[in-house]
Protein backbone atom coordinates (compact mmCIF):
# COMPACT_ATOMS: atom_id res chain seq x y z
CA UNK A 1 0.00 0.00 0.00
CA UNK A 2 1.40 3.48 -0.97
CA UNK A 3 2.79 5.75 1.69
CA UNK A 4 0.13 8.19 1.95
CA UNK A 5 -2.63 5.34 2.52
CA UNK A 6 -0.47 3.32 5.25
CA UNK A 7 -2.88 3.20 7.99
CA UNK A 8 -6.00 1.52 5.68
CA UNK A 9 -3.63 -1.66 5.94
CA UNK A 10 -5.09 -0.98 9.88
CA UNK A 11 -8.32 -3.10 10.03
CA UNK A 12 -10.17 -1.30 12.73
CA UNK A 13 -9.03 1.56 10.80
CA UNK A 14 -10.10 1.00 7.56
CA UNK A 15 -13.33 0.15 9.09
CA UNK A 16 -14.10 3.87 10.80
CA UNK A 17 -13.21 5.45 7.61
CA UNK A 18 -15.21 3.50 5.05
CA UNK A 19 -17.85 4.28 7.23
CA UNK A 20 -16.91 7.51 7.62
CA UNK A 21 -16.54 8.59 4.21
CA UNK A 22 -20.40 8.11 3.62
CA UNK A 23 -21.30 10.05 7.44
CA UNK A 24 -19.20 12.87 5.63
CA UNK A 25 -20.75 13.19 2.19
CA UNK A 26 -24.33 12.86 4.05
CA UNK A 27 -22.89 16.27 5.82
CA UNK A 28 -22.18 18.11 3.16
CA UNK A 29 -25.27 17.30 1.54
CA UNK A 30 -27.34 18.32 4.49
CA UNK A 31 -24.74 22.29 4.73
CA UNK A 32 -24.95 22.71 1.40
CA UNK A 33 -28.62 22.40 1.41
CA UNK A 34 -29.28 23.61 4.55
CA UNK A 35 -27.21 27.23 3.36
CA UNK A 36 -29.56 27.33 0.17
CA UNK A 37 -32.36 26.81 1.61
CA UNK A 38 -31.78 30.14 4.08
CA UNK A 39 -30.45 32.09 1.49
CA UNK A 40 -32.38 31.52 -1.71
CA UNK A 41 -35.51 30.45 -0.16
CA UNK A 42 -35.82 31.83 3.41
CA UNK A 43 -34.51 35.22 2.98
CA UNK A 44 -34.03 37.84 0.32
CA UNK A 45 -30.26 36.96 -0.87
CA UNK A 46 -29.50 37.45 2.62
CA UNK A 47 -25.29 36.90 3.56
CA UNK A 48 -26.06 37.48 6.80
CA UNK A 49 -28.94 34.97 7.63
CA UNK A 50 -26.58 32.48 6.49
CA UNK A 51 -23.58 33.69 8.66
CA UNK A 52 -26.56 33.75 11.57
CA UNK A 53 -27.15 29.98 11.54
CA UNK A 54 -23.59 29.03 10.70
CA UNK A 55 -23.16 30.84 13.83
CA UNK A 56 -25.60 29.02 15.82
CA UNK A 57 -24.03 25.37 14.27
CA UNK A 58 -20.42 26.36 15.40
CA UNK A 59 -20.96 28.83 18.72
CA UNK A 60 -21.49 25.56 20.43
CA UNK A 61 -17.53 24.74 20.16
CA UNK A 62 -16.96 27.27 22.24
CA UNK A 63 -19.44 27.44 25.14
CA UNK A 64 -19.58 23.76 25.69
CA UNK A 65 -15.50 23.59 25.26
CA UNK A 66 -14.75 22.89 29.15
CA UNK A 67 -17.32 19.84 29.26
CA UNK A 68 -17.32 18.38 25.81
CA UNK A 69 -13.07 17.93 25.95
CA UNK A 70 -13.27 16.71 29.91
CA UNK A 71 -16.17 14.11 28.15
CA UNK A 72 -13.75 13.20 25.31
CA UNK A 73 -11.16 12.03 27.54
CA UNK A 74 -13.51 10.17 30.34
CA UNK A 75 -15.76 8.64 28.26
CA UNK A 76 -15.43 5.43 26.28
CA UNK A 77 -14.81 7.23 22.64
CA UNK A 78 -16.77 4.53 20.10
CA UNK A 79 -20.22 4.59 22.55
CA UNK A 80 -19.94 8.40 22.84
CA UNK A 81 -19.93 8.33 18.92
CA UNK A 82 -22.64 5.99 18.89
CA UNK A 83 -25.12 8.75 20.68
CA UNK A 84 -23.61 11.79 18.88
CA UNK A 85 -24.09 10.16 15.84
CA UNK A 86 -27.04 8.61 16.30
CA UNK A 87 -28.88 11.78 17.87
CA UNK A 88 -27.54 13.98 14.55
CA UNK A 89 -29.34 11.78 12.22
CA UNK A 90 -32.51 12.55 14.49
CA UNK A 91 -32.08 16.09 13.58
CA UNK A 92 -31.36 15.51 10.21
CA UNK A 93 -35.03 13.51 10.07
CA UNK A 94 -36.67 16.35 11.74
CA UNK A 95 -35.43 19.56 9.61
CA UNK A 96 -36.08 17.27 6.49
CA UNK A 97 -39.95 16.32 7.61
CA UNK A 98 -40.51 20.41 8.72
CA UNK A 99 -39.11 21.06 4.55
CA UNK A 100 -41.61 18.63 3.60
CA UNK A 101 -43.96 19.93 5.23
CA UNK A 102 -43.73 23.22 2.95
CA UNK A 103 -44.63 25.27 6.54
CA UNK A 104 -40.87 25.34 7.23
CA UNK A 105 -40.07 29.08 8.38
CA UNK A 106 -36.13 30.64 9.17
CA UNK A 107 -36.13 30.15 13.23
CA UNK A 108 -37.02 26.70 12.84
CA UNK A 109 -33.60 25.92 10.87
CA UNK A 110 -32.15 28.05 13.35
CA UNK A 111 -33.07 26.11 16.33
CA UNK A 112 -31.78 22.59 14.28
CA UNK A 113 -28.48 24.31 13.67
CA UNK A 114 -28.17 25.55 16.87
CA UNK A 115 -29.54 21.82 18.07
CA UNK A 116 -26.76 20.08 15.88
CA UNK A 117 -23.83 22.53 16.89
CA UNK A 118 -24.23 20.89 20.78
CA UNK A 119 -24.18 17.12 19.34
CA UNK A 120 -21.19 17.96 17.18
CA UNK A 121 -19.64 20.13 19.78
CA UNK A 122 -19.52 16.31 21.81
CA UNK A 123 -18.65 14.58 18.53
CA UNK A 124 -15.89 16.42 17.18
CA UNK A 125 -13.02 15.86 19.78
CA UNK A 126 -14.26 12.30 20.31
CA UNK A 127 -14.15 11.30 16.89
CA UNK A 128 -10.48 12.91 16.46
CA UNK A 129 -9.00 11.64 19.70
CA UNK A 130 -10.87 7.92 18.91
CA UNK A 131 -8.25 7.86 15.65
CA UNK A 132 -5.37 7.43 18.20
CA UNK A 133 -7.35 4.45 20.05
CA UNK A 134 -7.42 2.26 16.94
CA UNK A 135 -4.20 3.05 15.13
CA UNK A 136 -0.39 3.19 16.72
CA UNK A 137 1.27 6.21 17.20
CA UNK A 138 3.77 5.23 13.99
CA UNK A 139 0.14 5.77 12.37
CA UNK A 140 -0.77 8.49 13.86
CA UNK A 141 -0.16 11.71 11.51
CA UNK A 142 -1.10 9.61 8.27
CA UNK A 143 -4.60 8.40 10.25
CA UNK A 144 -4.77 12.29 10.48
CA UNK A 145 -4.04 13.32 6.78
CA UNK A 146 -6.94 10.11 5.58
CA UNK A 147 -9.48 11.53 7.89
CA UNK A 148 -8.80 14.82 6.20
CA UNK A 149 -9.32 13.10 2.86
CA UNK A 150 -12.44 11.79 3.86
CA UNK A 151 -14.23 14.46 5.31
CA UNK A 152 -12.91 16.72 1.87
CA UNK A 153 -13.41 13.55 -0.59
CA UNK A 154 -16.87 14.05 0.99
CA UNK A 155 -16.94 17.50 -0.08
CA UNK A 156 -15.95 17.03 -3.24
CA UNK A 157 -18.90 14.84 -4.17
CA UNK A 158 -21.36 16.11 -1.93
CA UNK A 159 -22.42 20.07 -2.65
CA UNK A 160 -22.38 19.25 -6.08
CA UNK A 161 -24.70 16.33 -5.90
CA UNK A 162 -26.98 18.03 -3.39
CA UNK A 163 -27.32 21.13 -6.16
CA UNK A 164 -28.49 18.33 -8.69
CA UNK A 165 -30.91 16.72 -6.42
CA UNK A 166 -31.84 20.05 -4.71
CA UNK A 167 -32.90 20.93 -8.48
CA UNK A 168 -34.47 17.98 -9.07
CA UNK A 169 -36.29 16.61 -5.85
CA UNK A 170 -35.93 19.83 -3.43
CA UNK A 171 -33.77 20.71 -0.06
CA UNK A 172 -36.12 18.29 2.14
CA UNK A 173 -35.50 14.98 0.39
CA UNK A 174 -31.68 16.08 0.16
CA UNK A 175 -31.97 15.87 4.32
CA UNK A 176 -33.63 12.79 4.50
CA UNK A 177 -31.34 11.27 2.29
CA UNK A 178 -28.50 12.49 4.87
CA UNK A 179 -30.52 10.20 7.26
CA UNK A 180 -29.72 7.42 5.52
CA UNK A 181 -25.85 7.84 5.53
CA UNK A 182 -25.27 8.14 9.22
CA UNK A 183 -25.99 4.02 8.87
CA UNK A 184 -22.69 2.59 7.93
CA UNK A 185 -20.67 4.59 10.42
CA UNK A 186 -23.38 3.42 13.33
CA UNK A 187 -22.67 0.09 11.61
CA UNK A 188 -19.11 0.61 11.58
CA UNK A 189 -18.97 1.99 15.40
CA UNK A 190 -21.30 -1.46 16.42
CA UNK A 191 -18.71 -3.49 14.65
CA UNK A 192 -15.49 -2.01 16.71
CA UNK A 193 -17.26 -2.88 19.88
CA UNK A 194 -16.14 -6.45 19.09
CA UNK A 195 -13.41 -5.79 17.47
CA UNK A 196 -11.50 -3.56 19.96
CA UNK A 197 -11.07 -4.48 24.27
CA UNK A 198 -13.35 -2.36 26.63
CA UNK A 199 -12.04 1.09 26.93
CA UNK A 200 -10.67 1.94 30.44
CA UNK A 201 -12.31 4.47 31.99
CA UNK A 202 -10.89 6.45 34.66
CA UNK A 203 -13.61 7.54 37.08
CA UNK A 204 -11.34 8.83 39.99
CA UNK A 205 -13.32 11.93 39.74
CA UNK A 206 -16.24 11.46 37.97
CA UNK A 207 -17.11 14.93 38.42
CA UNK A 208 -15.67 17.55 36.66
CA UNK A 209 -14.42 20.51 38.29
CA UNK A 210 -12.87 24.04 36.77
CA UNK A 211 -9.73 22.86 37.44
CA UNK A 212 -9.93 20.05 34.53
CA UNK A 213 -12.15 22.00 32.44
CA UNK A 214 -8.93 24.44 31.99
CA UNK A 215 -6.35 21.43 31.90
CA UNK A 216 -5.98 21.72 28.02
CA UNK A 217 -6.17 25.46 27.79
CA UNK A 218 -2.94 24.77 30.54
CA UNK A 219 -1.35 22.41 28.64
CA UNK A 220 -1.65 24.17 25.55
CA UNK A 221 -0.21 27.57 27.44
CA UNK A 222 3.29 25.72 28.70
CA UNK A 223 3.88 24.68 25.27
CA UNK A 224 4.07 28.19 23.55
CA UNK A 225 4.73 26.86 20.34
CA UNK A 226 1.32 25.52 20.76
CA UNK A 227 -0.29 28.34 21.65
CA UNK A 228 0.95 30.78 18.67
CA UNK A 229 -0.35 27.87 16.42
CA UNK A 230 -4.03 28.30 18.24
CA UNK A 231 -3.87 31.69 17.78
CA UNK A 232 -2.75 31.32 13.82
CA UNK A 233 -5.47 29.12 13.14
CA UNK A 234 -8.37 31.93 14.95
CA UNK A 235 -6.72 34.18 12.85
CA UNK A 236 -7.35 32.23 9.44
CA UNK A 237 -10.53 30.27 10.78
CA UNK A 238 -12.53 33.14 11.75
CA UNK A 239 -12.63 34.49 7.98
CA UNK A 240 -11.15 31.95 5.51
CA UNK A 241 -13.18 28.98 6.89
CA UNK A 242 -16.90 30.80 6.12
CA UNK A 243 -16.56 29.43 2.97
CA UNK A 244 -20.11 28.77 2.62
CA UNK A 245 -21.18 32.49 3.98
CA UNK A 246 -18.72 33.95 1.03
CA UNK A 247 -19.48 31.05 -1.37
CA UNK A 248 -23.18 31.43 -1.54
CA UNK A 249 -23.40 34.92 -1.59
CA UNK A 250 -20.95 35.17 -4.52
CA UNK A 251 -23.47 33.08 -6.25
CA UNK A 252 -26.45 35.10 -5.98
CA UNK A 253 -24.85 38.11 -5.79
CA UNK A 254 -22.74 38.50 -7.93
CA UNK A 255 -23.17 35.45 -10.61
CA UNK A 256 -26.48 35.52 -10.30
CA UNK A 257 -26.43 31.65 -9.99
CA UNK A 258 -28.34 28.56 -8.64
CA UNK A 259 -28.33 25.61 -6.28
CA UNK A 260 -25.86 23.80 -9.03
CA UNK A 261 -23.60 26.64 -9.43
CA UNK A 262 -23.21 26.77 -5.40
CA UNK A 263 -22.63 23.39 -5.24
CA UNK A 264 -19.87 23.21 -7.72
CA UNK A 265 -17.55 26.15 -6.33
CA UNK A 266 -17.58 23.91 -2.84
CA UNK A 267 -16.71 21.10 -4.99
CA UNK A 268 -13.65 23.07 -6.86
CA UNK A 269 -12.65 24.22 -3.25
CA UNK A 270 -12.64 20.69 -2.24
CA UNK A 271 -10.19 19.68 -5.22
CA UNK A 272 -7.68 21.71 -3.71
CA UNK A 273 -8.47 20.46 0.25
CA UNK A 274 -7.96 16.75 -0.94
CA UNK A 275 -5.10 17.53 -2.19
CA UNK A 276 -4.00 19.65 0.70
CA UNK A 277 -5.19 16.50 2.52
CA UNK A 278 -3.23 13.71 0.85
CA UNK A 279 0.70 16.16 0.89
CA UNK A 280 -0.43 16.30 4.53
CA UNK A 281 -1.17 12.47 4.88
CA UNK A 282 1.91 11.29 2.29
CA UNK A 283 4.65 13.18 4.87
CA UNK A 284 6.61 10.26 6.96
CA UNK A 285 7.10 13.24 9.38
CA UNK A 286 4.35 15.61 11.50
CA UNK A 287 4.56 19.11 9.62
CA UNK A 288 6.68 21.98 11.17
CA UNK A 289 6.17 25.24 12.67
CA UNK A 290 7.83 26.82 9.82
CA UNK A 291 6.16 25.08 7.20
CA UNK A 292 2.60 26.27 8.97
CA UNK A 293 3.88 29.51 8.75
CA UNK A 294 4.70 29.55 4.96
CA UNK A 295 1.12 27.92 4.27
CA UNK A 296 -0.65 31.06 6.06
CA UNK A 297 1.11 33.41 3.43
CA UNK A 298 -0.14 31.01 0.79
CA UNK A 299 -3.77 31.22 2.42
CA UNK A 300 -3.40 34.86 2.33
CA UNK A 301 -2.01 35.48 -1.34
CA UNK A 302 -4.81 33.02 -2.59
CA UNK A 303 -7.87 34.72 -0.92
CA UNK A 304 -6.61 37.90 -2.52
CA UNK A 305 -6.54 35.99 -6.22
CA UNK A 306 -10.09 34.94 -5.09
CA UNK A 307 -11.21 37.90 -4.66
CA UNK A 308 -10.07 39.75 -7.45
CA UNK A 309 -11.16 37.22 -10.26
CA UNK A 310 -12.98 39.17 -12.71
CA UNK A 311 -15.22 35.87 -14.22
CA UNK A 312 -17.24 32.69 -12.39
CA UNK A 313 -14.53 30.49 -13.98
CA UNK A 314 -11.36 32.30 -12.95
CA UNK A 315 -13.19 32.48 -9.51
CA UNK A 316 -13.64 28.88 -9.62
CA UNK A 317 -10.53 27.39 -10.60
CA UNK A 318 -8.53 29.75 -8.14
CA UNK A 319 -10.86 28.40 -5.86
CA UNK A 320 -8.81 25.10 -5.76
CA UNK A 321 -5.53 26.87 -4.54
CA UNK A 322 -7.19 28.33 -2.07
CA UNK A 323 -8.96 25.16 -0.62
CA UNK A 324 -5.17 23.78 -0.84
CA UNK A 325 -3.71 26.16 1.20
CA UNK A 326 -6.42 26.55 3.82
CA UNK A 327 -6.50 22.32 3.87
CA UNK A 328 -3.09 22.33 4.38
CA UNK A 329 -3.20 24.30 7.53
CA UNK A 330 -5.90 23.13 9.36
CA UNK A 331 -4.41 19.61 8.65
CA UNK A 332 -1.01 20.10 9.41
CA UNK A 333 -2.33 22.22 12.77
CA UNK A 334 -4.44 19.02 14.15
CA UNK A 335 -1.36 16.78 12.85
CA UNK A 336 0.93 18.55 14.58
CA UNK A 337 -0.93 19.00 17.64
CA UNK A 338 -1.86 15.47 18.43
CA UNK A 339 1.68 14.22 17.84
CA UNK A 340 3.02 17.43 20.20
CA UNK A 341 0.29 16.20 23.08
CA UNK A 342 0.90 13.22 25.73
CA UNK A 343 -2.01 10.85 24.83
CA UNK A 344 -3.85 11.35 27.95
CA UNK A 345 -4.71 15.03 27.75
CA UNK A 346 -5.10 14.61 23.55
CA UNK A 347 -9.04 14.66 23.77
CA UNK A 348 -9.19 18.11 26.43
CA UNK A 349 -6.51 19.56 23.95
CA UNK A 350 -7.92 18.67 20.60
CA UNK A 351 -11.29 20.02 22.24
CA UNK A 352 -9.77 23.26 22.63
CA UNK A 353 -7.86 22.95 19.38
CA UNK A 354 -11.40 22.38 17.22
CA UNK A 355 -13.05 25.13 19.32
CA UNK A 356 -10.49 26.99 18.20
CA UNK A 357 -11.07 26.43 14.56
CA UNK A 358 -15.19 25.99 14.41
CA UNK A 359 -15.84 28.22 17.72
CA UNK A 360 -13.79 30.94 15.67
CA UNK A 361 -15.62 30.28 12.74
CA UNK A 362 -18.97 30.98 14.63
CA UNK A 363 -17.67 34.27 15.81
CA UNK A 364 -16.52 35.24 12.01
CA UNK A 365 -19.96 34.26 9.68
CA UNK A 366 -22.06 37.22 11.32
CA UNK A 367 -19.03 39.56 10.20
CA UNK A 368 -18.41 38.14 6.73
CA UNK A 369 -22.04 37.96 5.93
CA UNK A 370 -22.42 41.71 6.89
CA UNK A 371 -19.22 42.66 5.09
CA UNK A 372 -20.89 40.83 1.73
CA UNK A 373 -24.11 42.26 2.30
CA UNK A 374 -22.85 45.92 3.22
CA UNK A 375 -19.90 46.16 1.01
CA UNK A 376 -19.64 43.20 -1.62
CA UNK A 377 -19.21 39.62 -1.27
CA UNK A 378 -15.66 39.77 -2.67
CA UNK A 379 -14.44 42.40 0.28
CA UNK A 380 -15.62 39.50 2.53
CA UNK A 381 -13.59 36.72 1.10
CA UNK A 382 -10.41 39.75 0.95
CA UNK A 383 -10.71 39.76 4.80
CA UNK A 384 -9.65 36.08 4.68
CA UNK A 385 -6.26 37.71 3.08
CA UNK A 386 -5.69 39.92 5.39
CA UNK A 387 -6.13 37.41 8.23
CA UNK A 388 -4.06 35.22 6.96
CA UNK A 389 -1.41 38.19 6.57
CA UNK A 390 -1.96 38.39 10.15
CA UNK A 391 -0.86 34.73 11.21
CA UNK A 392 1.83 34.37 8.88
CA UNK A 393 2.97 37.78 10.48
CA UNK A 394 2.92 36.08 13.90
CA UNK A 395 4.20 33.05 13.26
CA UNK A 396 7.26 35.02 11.90
CA UNK A 397 7.66 37.09 14.48
CA UNK A 398 7.50 34.41 17.03
CA UNK A 399 10.35 32.33 15.34
CA UNK A 400 12.69 34.95 15.35
CA UNK A 401 12.18 35.70 18.65
CA UNK A 402 12.41 31.98 19.67
CA UNK A 403 15.86 32.11 17.65
CA UNK A 404 16.97 35.22 19.36
CA UNK A 405 16.86 33.51 22.74
Known sequence: MSNAFRSLSNPNYRLWFSGAVISNIGTWLQRTAQDWIVIAELSDNNASAVGLVVFLQFAPQIFLLPITGWV????????????????????????????????VVFWQVCVCALALGCVAAFDAPARHAFVSDIVS?????????????????????????????????????????NVL???????????????????????????????????????????????VILVMSFLICSLGMNFSVYLSAMTVQVFQGSADQYGLLISMMAIGSISGALVTAGRRSSP??????????????????????????????????????????????????????????????????????????????PVVGWVADAFGARWSIGMGGVSGMAAAALGFWFLRRRQAT
Open 72 to 103: ADRMDRRRLMFITQSLMAVLALILGLLVLSGH
Open 181 to 227: TFIPLLMALHSLKKRMPEAVVDNSKATPDMTRFLEGFRYIWLHREMA
Open 288 to 365: TFRFMIYVALMFSISCLLVALSPSFWSFAVLLILLGLSLQLFTTSTASYMQVATEKRYRGRVMAVVLATALGSTALGA
Open 137 to 177: EKELSNAVGLNSVAFNSARLVGPGVAGLLIALVGTGWVFMI
